[in-house]
């Protein structure tokens, strides 16, 4: 069975610092982000809230998301946030 996959963007303050990921577990990524578990560009700009995700039913299908996301330039991203997170809170996970 294949599993899914979640295309996410955190942000380290609202219009901040942004980060494009792609994971086949959210709950635990975000975790692994939050805690600071990995040295790289999350901990060193210490960039922690998600603002955004995407579910696909494929985790190539993710891949394929985040890759064009990258290209897109910032106010894009921003728009794409903004239309179903306008206040960029913080989106909870937990059911």
Known sequence: MQKGGYVYI?????????????TSD?????YQHKTEYQEGFTKQHNVKILVWFESFPTIEEAIQQEKRL???NRLWKIELIEQSNPEWLELNLTP
């Open 26 to 30: 959210l709950v635990a990524r975000i």
């Open 70 to 72: 990258k290209k897109w």
């Open 10 to 22: 955190l942000a380290s303050k609202k219009r901040g610092t942004l980060y494009i990921g792609v």
